[in-house]
């Protein structure tokens, strides 16, 4: 999401001018899956968990943090690009504070 997710589109007939990039199994690092056989009635009525989505939530953020952290420049659009790296500053660069 944070550097892959985009679609190009013409901001004047929202028509897209572009392919949606998906990313495959070799766009992403090794992970584990753990199964729990145990029902949850607390968390759900049916007892289920649900998995998906979740787990990704933070990590376009703290990517982004990252770049900001290293470069200086505070990017608030998805997908981080290059491209957006390397525009000129609009304004002051924010300055990152190191706190103890």
Known sequence: MALLE???YDVHTAQLIGEYYVPTHTDRPEFDISFIDTPDFELDPIGVRG???IG???VPAAIANAIFHATGRRLRDLP???EQLMTPFQSEPQTVSHHA
């Open 6 to 8: 985009q679609v190009p």
């Open 51 to 53: 998995i998906g989505e």
């Open 56 to 58: 990704g939530c933070g």
């Open 80 to 82: 981080i690009t290059l």
